[in-house]
């Protein structure tokens, strides 16, 4: 698997691989949503939503896909819903005296939501229709809309005839960490009762802002995974792809990868203080898990804490469920995370240090005088989202708010911790003691914050409990915004560093070098995949071996003589590849190197002799005995004089001088095809002489073919190695060039001005880029659109209250409108209703709160 691999491809997959690209509209709203990658935007307009059962209002705009219908309140957080087109039953159309067009929406769960549309005739005709097309499409896979529910908790929670309980996590077999009723989980399971009543529940919820309270509090654990995948988003993924998990099993049932042995050797060391995985039912499902998805994407394959994060999913999730909510993980949530590179991670230890050096100056300069590294302590807590840090209760706390609001919530609790415990790290002076006291908070998060409190309620609030309230509330001033600029701030410190890590790293593993230096390996390194990148075209897969052009490409840059195609070359690349790959990897290329670059004499002509021995029995006949005095006529002619300065070792291949050669080479070349013609030995093992005396009476043509052995057939010869030494060393400019010239004009030198344009620092600088961009763009994206429909709201709100009066009589009788009887069709038995209009003109109070209901 190639390191450049994995990073072109999860920067591609973010539309992060030119900087300079603005993300898609379609890449906008799954990232906002959490959508599958096959979503894409059809339609969209401003409307105002509420519950047929409430009369609060919420303005904002919807969205259709192929497969959902969305909507966002103008405030984000206070209303919101993603709902699959399988799951709505009925649609209808109400009257309303306020607005032109108004819908209601009756979902599988039988909740009613009423959407009521802003805008022009024309445009909600064009939505409507698009989602009536859309509802129709979606009829066929409603029939796997109860055996998808039957998967999901809250359906066996809420049914009036309960049959089957659904397939859980590891918890129900080995019970969920903590003590139930300290966390008062039959509380919680009541109050996510009520709330999926009113409601709706698992794929027809809707998001209010009790919902986000009820999050914050405390998820119940026999939701807690149905919860995860809603909010992460692959909740969408398993309905899209509901029998992917089980044919990957059937796929690649017995075989084996490098990936699944290192999924071995980490199975024990996960979660071992929880009891499934000291058993062989925890492991096997972790195994399963961890081996689908180095399959699925064998591109990051298995990857260090993967095992840690699965383990914790599969205690509240069963294996399609925590396959799915792992796939969402690594390629939408923490892209970069869970890599060969760890670069998502290592760029987000920058940021937090900088966050730090922000919000806490005081206790920054205390770690930089100390020389104490955060990220001894930090990076850790990234990686395994805490669950390696903190009890398992609470890290699966802090995981209920990440799934719901990003990545950005990992930066606020570490800001916290450091925040309650910085008078403490004012007082140390060494990394060991820095990672002791925070190792004993996370051991006490059970304890009272404040013990000596003369206040009970005070003396009731746990570490736990105060972590947080500082985590949401003090430093609530972190969002996705702040952290994707500090991201793009720190990119390319973070970049060098990777890229000087990977170069050591492959250089280091390099088992031959050839008998190059140092720096000579570093010139390789750069120029070879300068040149991979060079061929690269589109947003193919990244290669790390090149295939002959690029070869080419590669050795016109380090040889002047390299410059024109010629069979050399050729014979050159296949005597490169030893294992006959059709390709050239960068051990290839440094031993090849090492190989023309050696300053022995003898090894250079035996080495070159062997470029012509095709066969390998040393011997090179008549065909090859030409061939190689025109390889050295090619070498030759274009090369500079050794004594020029354009082969001094300071020069640049760059330099484009006139070549002095003369006729040294030339002549020495003329000599060496007569000596070896005249010193060859015929196959037929005859010692006679090649040059015989011409025949009386013999045409003139026969007697000149006779008489040069090198233009008879029937005579077929050969020379040896020892003959080739022979007649090389019988010539001075050709001993010569054996000795040094050829060596000598391989010049690995560093290109002309420093860094070239397209060598591994710009692969990735182009490649890799913060991965919260899309997300600051999708904001952005979010903000216009908002401001848009709100001016299109004001331009349009004269003309519909003045139409309004005249057209609803006439709509309430039009089979024709566009909106009227289009639901007839929709679904089997589905009819138009129209709905009381006094309902409809209810009016509009503030929203609920929900206080009460979470004391």
């Given at each position: 698997?190639?390191?450049?691999s994995?990073?072109?491809?999860?920067?591609a997959?973010?539309s992060l691989?030119?900087p300079?690209?603005r993300?898609s509209r379609?890449?906008?709203?799954?990232?906002?949503?959490?959508l599958?990658?096959?979503?894409t935007?059809?339609a969209?307009?401003?409307a105002?939503?509420?519950?047929?059962s409430?009369?609060?209002?919420?303005?904002?705009?919807l969205?259709?896909?192929?497969a959902?219908?969305?909507f966002?309140a103008t405030d984000?957080?206070?209303c919101s819903?993603?709902l699959?087109l399988?799951?709505?039953?009925?649609?209808e159309r109400m009257?309303?005296?306020?607005?032109?067009?108004?819908l209601?929406v009756?979902t599988?769960?039988g909740?009613?939501?009423?959407?009521?549309?802003?805008?022009?005739?024309?445009?909600?005709?064009?939505?409507?229709?698009r989602?009536?097309a859309?509802?129709?499409?979606?009829?066929?896979?409603?029939?796997?809309?109860?055996?998808?529910?039957?998967?999901?908790?809250?359906?066996?929670?809420?049914a009036?005839?309960?049959?089957?309980?659904?397939?859980?996590?590891?918890?129900?077999l080995?019970?969920?960490?903590g003590?139930?009723?300290?966390?008062?989980?039959?509380?919680?399971?009541?109050?996510w009762?009520e709330?999926?009543?009113?409601?709706?529940?698992?794929?027809?919820?809707?998001?209010?802002?009790?919902?986000h309270k009820?999050?914050?509090v405390?998820?119940p654990?026999?939701?807690?995974g149905e919860?995860?995948e809603?909010?992460?988003?692959?909740?969408?993924q398993?309905?899209a792809n509901?029998?992917l998990y089980?044919?990957?099993?059937?796929e690649?049932?017995?075989r084996?990868?490098?990936?699944?042995?290192?999924?071995?050797?980490?199975?024990?060391?996960?979660l071992?203080?929880?009891?499934?995985?000291?058993?062989d039912e925890?492991?096997?499902r972790?195994?399963r898990?961890?081996?689908?998805?180095?399959w699925?994407?064998?591109?990051v394959g298995?990857?260090?804490?993967?095992?840690?994060v699965?383990?914790?999913l599969l205690?509240y999730?069963?294996?399609e469920q925590?396959?799915?909510?792992?796939s969402?993980?690594?390629?939408?949530l923490?892209?970069g995370?869970?890599?060969?590179?760890?670069?998502?991670?290592?760029?987000?230890?920058?940021v937090?240090?900088?966050?730090?050096?922000?919000?806490?100056?005081?206790l920054?300069?205390?770690?930089?005088?100390?020389?104490?590294q955060?990220?001894v302590?930090?990076?850790p807590?990234?990686l395994?989202?805490?669950?390696?840090?903190?009890?398992?209760?609470?890290?699966?706390?802090?995981l209920?708010?990440?799934?719901?609001e990003?990545?950005?919530?990992?930066?606020?609790?570490?800001?916290a911790?450091?925040?309650i415990?910085g008078?403490e790290?004012?007082?140390v002076s060494?990394?060991?003691a820095?990672i002791?006291?925070?190792?004993?908070?996370f051991?006490?998060?059970?304890?009272s914050?404040?013990?000596?409190?003369h206040?009970?309620?005070?003396?009731?609030?746990t570490?736990f409990?105060?972590?947080?309230?500082?985590a949401f509330?003090?430093?609530?001033?972190?969002?996705?915004?702040?952290?994707?600029?500090q991201r793009k701030?720190?990119?390319?410190?973070?970049?060098?560093?990777?890229?000087?890590?990977t170069k050591?790293?492959?250089?280091?593993?390099?088992?031959h070098v050839?008998?190059?230096?140092?720096?000579?390996?570093?010139?390789?390194y750069?120029?070879f995949?300068?040149?991979?990148?060079?061929?690269?075209?589109?947003l193919?897969?990244v290669?790390t071996?090149?295939?002959?052009?690029?070869?080419?490409?590669?050795?016109?840059?380090?040889a002047?003589?390299a410059?024109?195609?010629?069979?050399?070359?050729?014979r050159?690349f296949?005597?490169?590849d030893?294992?006959?790959?059709g390709?050239?990897?960068?051990q290839?290329?440094?031993?090849?190197?090492g190989?023309?670059?050696?300053?022995?004499?003898?090894?250079?002509?035996?080495y070159?002799?062997?470029?012509?021995?095709?066969d390998?029995?040393?011997?090179?006949?008549?065909?090859?005995?030409?061939q190689?005095?025109?390889?050295?006529?090619?070498?030759?002619?274009n090369m500079?004089?050794p004594?020029?300065p354009a082969?001094s070792?300071?020069?640049?291949?760059?330099?484009?001088?006139?070549?002095?050669?003369?006729?040294?080479?030339?002549?020495?070349?003329?000599?060496?095809?007569?000596?070896?013609f005249?010193?060859?030995?015929p196959d037929?093992g005859e010692d006679?002489?090649?040059?015989?005396?011409?025949?009386?009476?013999?045409s003139?043509?026969s007697?000149?073919?006779?008489?040069?052995?090198?233009?008879?057939?029937?005579?077929?010869?050969?020379?040896?190695?020892?003959?080739?030494?022979?007649?090389v060393l019988?010539?001075e400019?050709?001993?010569?060039?054996?000795?040094?010239?050829?060596?000598?004009?391989?010049?690995?030198l560093?290109?002309?001005?420093?860094?070239?344009k397209?060598?591994?620092?710009d692969?990735?600088?182009s490649?890799?880029s913060?991965?919260?961009?899309v997300?600051?763009?999708?904001?952005r994206?979010?903000?216009?659109?908002?401001?848009?429909a709100?001016e299109?709201?004001?331009?349009?709100?004269?003309?519909a209250n003045?139409?309004?009066?005249n057209?609803?009589?006439d709509?309430?009788?039009d089979?024709d409108?566009?909106?009227?009887?289009?639901?007839?069709?929709?679904?089997?038995g589905?009819?138009?209703?129209?709905l009381?209009?006094?309902?409809?003109a209810?009016?509009?109070?503030?929203?609920?709160?929900?206080?009460?209901?979470l004391?």
């Open positions: 698997m190639s390191l450049l994995t990073i072109r491809n999860k920067a997959q973010l691989f030119d300079s690209e993300p379609d890449q906008v709203f799954r990232q906002r949503f959490r599958p990658d096959t979503a935007l059809q969209q307009i401003s105002e939503f509420s519950i047929a409430s009369n609060f209002y919420y303005p904002g705009r969205f259709l896909s192929e959902h219908l969305v966002e984000e957080h206070i819903f993603v699959p399988i799951g709505i039953r009925r649609v009257a309303s005296k306020s607005y032109l067009f108004a209601s009756t599988f769960h909740l009613k939501l009423n959407l009521q549309f802003v805008g022009l005739r024309s445009q909600i005709e064009q939505f409507c229709d989602l009536k859309n509802l129709r499409d979606s009829v066929a896979d409603m029939r796997s809309l109860k055996k998808f529910l039957g998967t999901v908790y809250s359906e066996y929670m809420l009036e005839k309960r049959e089957h309980v659904p397939e859980g996590g590891l918890g129900q080995f019970k969920y960490p003590d139930a009723k300290k966390l008062r989980d039959k509380s919680k399971m009541r109050l009762a709330y999926m009543r009113d409601h709706g529940r698992n794929i027809t919820i809707v998001r209010l802002q009790t919902f009820l999050i914050r405390g998820l654990n026999r939701l807690r919860i995860w809603l909010t992460s988003g692959s909740i969408y398993r309905m509901p029998n089980t044919s990957l099993q059937k690649y049932a017995g084996k990868s490098m990936a699944i042995e290192d999924i071995e050797k980490d199975l024990n060391r996960s071992p203080e929880y009891p499934a995985y000291q058993s925890g492991i096997d972790l195994r898990v961890l081996t689908m998805y180095s699925r994407n064998p591109e298995y990857c260090q804490a993967m095992n840690i699965v383990a914790s205690i999730m069963n294996e925590a396959f799915w909510c792992l969402t993980l690594c390629d939408t923490l892209p995370y869970y890599s060969q590179t760890m670069y998502g991670t290592l760029l987000d230890q920058r937090f240090e900088a966050l730090v050096e922000k919000t806490m100056p005081i920054w300069d205390h770690l930089v005088k100390s020389d104490i955060l990220s302590v930090s990076l807590w990234f395994s989202l805490f669950i390696n840090s903190m009890p398992l209760t609470y890290a699966f706390r802090v209920d708010v990440f799934f719901l990003g990545n950005k919530v990992l930066f606020q609790v570490g800001l911790i450091l925040r415990n008078e790290l004012l007082d060494d990394d060991g820095f002791s006291i925070l190792k004993d908070y051991a006490k998060l059970d304890d914050a404040h013990p000596n409190s206040n009970e309620k005070l003396r009731n609030v570490k409990q105060e972590l947080m309230v500082v509330k003090e430093f609530s001033v972190i969002t996705d915004d702040m952290v994707a600029e701030k720190h990119k390319n410190h973070v970049l060098e560093g990777i890229e000087s890590f050591r790293t492959q250089l280091r593993n390099l088992h050839g008998g190059l230096s140092q720096p000579q390996l570093s010139i390789v750069d120029r995949y300068q040149a991979l990148q060079s061929s690269r075209l589109g193919g897969p290669q071996s090149m295939d002959f052009e690029t070869f080419q490409a590669f050795l016109a840059g380090i002047r003589w410059r024109e195609p010629h069979d050399f070359q050729r050159l296949h005597r490169w030893e294992e006959l790959r390709s050239l990897a960068l290839d290329v440094v031993a090849g190197l190989s023309i670059m050696q300053r022995d004499i003898m090894a250079s002509m035996a070159f002799f062997e470029i012509y021995d095709e390998g029995d040393g011997k090179v006949d008549r065909e090859g005995i030409l190689m005095s025109e390889g050295l006529l090619y070498i030759t002619r500079a004089d004594l020029s082969a070792p300071n020069s640049s291949l760059t330099d484009d001088k006139p070549l002095d050669v003369g006729d040294k080479y030339l002549s020495s070349v003329s000599a060496f095809i007569k000596r070896a005249e010193y060859a030995s037929d006679d002489n090649l040059i015989e005396p011409v025949e009386s009476g013999a003139a043509s007697s000149k073919v006779k008489a040069n052995a090198a233009l008879d057939p029937s005579h077929p010869l050969h020379i040896t190695l020892p003959t080739f030494r022979m007649v019988a010539d400019a050709l001993e010569q060039f054996f000795a040094a010239d050829f060596a000598a004009s391989i010049k690995l560093p290109a002309k001005g420093g860094r070239e397209g060598t591994l620092r692969l990735f600088d490649l890799v913060d991965s919260m961009r997300a600051g763009e999708v904001k994206r979010i903000d216009e659109m908002e401001r848009q709100r299109q709201a004001e331009a349009n709100a004269a003309a003045t139409s309004v009066a057209t609803t009589a709509d309430d009788d089979d409108d566009a909106v009227g009887d289009y639901d007839r069709d929709v679904l089997a589905a009819e138009v209703e129209d009381s209009r006094a309902e409809a209810a009016a509009r109070p503030r929203a609920p709160s929900v206080d009460d209901m004391s």
